[in-house]
């Protein structure tokens, strides 16, 4: 199995909504066989990051705990993943932009309106985040135009999306960019922001956030 193959299984793409049988949309309906116990999921709907318990009976409890695609009679649950206190626990942190409208930037650097920014308390090497960046955007020009979308941690990049998001001219929301993070150094303050530009003049970003959830180890 490649790396990037590797990432894919243990990382799902964002879903829509939690449940929902036979919808390819929910969580409920993704078929684990070829999963790794322990792998994640964003869910849209519940502004959560939910975790794979590939084994466990554990009482179902939406939107809590819920069944996998095989049933509630077997092994396998969708936990979700909730922040707690300091002391070894999860942590889920959030940010919402402000400095909007945001007239984006087509000069070949990515522009972070104020608050699109997360910071940690101090982590060490081999901790790992899920970091999610979500935005909507108004293209004013006469012409479709694309924009790009990265990620940093401490002002350096670490992930730029690779297909550039076609703006048509009007409003748009895009699916949330996605990816994990291990820290290769210990880091007393991880800073994680998001960032986007235009290839093209007239596009601003009207709303925007980034979530970051530490995974222990």
């Given at each position: 199995?490649?790396?990037?193959?590797?990432?894919?299984y243990?990382?799902?793409?964002p879903?829509?909504v939690?449940?929902?049988?036979?919808?390819?949309?929910?969580l409920?309906?993704?078929?684990?066989?070829?999963?790794?116990n322990?792998a994640?999921?964003?869910?849209?709907?519940?502004?959560?990051?939910?975790?794979?318990a590939?084994?466990?009976?554990?009482a179902?409890?939406?939107p809590?705990v819920?069944?996998?695609?095989?049933?509630?009679?077997?092994?396998?649950?969708?936990?979700?993943?909730?922040?707690?206190?300091?002391g070894?626990?999860?942590e889920?942190?959030?940010?919402?932009?402000?400095?909007?409208p945001?007239?984006?930037?087509?000069t070949g650097?990515?522009g972070?309106p104020?608050?699109?920014s997360?910071?940690?308390?101090?982590?060490?090497?081999?901790?790992?985040?899920?970091?999610?960046?979500?935005?909507?955007?108004?293209?004013?020009?006469l012409?479709?135009q694309?924009?790009?979308?990265?990620?940093?941690?401490?002002a350096?990049?670490?992930?730029?999306?690779?297909?550039?998001?076609?703006?048509a001219v009007?409003?748009?929301?895009?699916?949330?960019?996605q990816?994990?993070?291990?820290l290769?150094a210990?880091n007393?303050?991880?800073?994680?922001s998001?960032?986007y530009?235009?290839?093209?003049?007239?596009?601003d970003?009207t709303?925007?956030s980034?979530?970051?959830?530490?995974?222990?180890a």
């Amino acid at each position: 199995m490649s790396h990037n193959s590797a990432i894919n299984y243990r990382l799902l793409d964002p879903k829509t909504v939690l449940l929902g049988g036979g919808d390819g949309e929910s969580l409920e309906n993704v078929i684990i066989d070829p999963l790794p116990n322990g792998a994640l999921c964003f869910v849209n709907d519940q502004d959560a990051v939910y975790r794979l318990a590939k084994f466990a009976l554990t009482a179902v409890s939406a939107p809590d705990v819920i069944a996998t695609s095989r049933g509630a009679g077997v092994p396998g649950r969708w936990v979700k993943i909730t922040g707690t206190s300091a002391g070894g626990g999860i942590e889920v942190l959030a940010a919402n932009a402000s400095e909007l409208p945001f007239d984006l930037p087509n000069t070949g650097e990515f522009g972070t309106p104020t608050g699109l920014s997360v910071t940690f308390g101090p982590s060490v090497t081999g901790d790992m985040f899920v970091v999610q960046v979500w935005a909507e955007t108004v293209n004013e020009s006469l012409s479709t135009q694309a924009i790009q979308g990265q990620i940093t941690l401490d002002a350096v990049s670490v992930f730029d999306s690779q297909i550039s998001h076609e703006v048509a001219v009007n409003a748009n929301t895009f699916a949330p960019l996605q990816y994990v993070v291990t820290l290769l150094a210990d880091n007393p303050a991880p800073v994680f922001s998001a960032g986007y530009r235009a290839f093209g003049a007239g596009v601003d970003l009207t709303a925007a956030s980034i979530s970051v959830t530490k995974i222990p180890a």
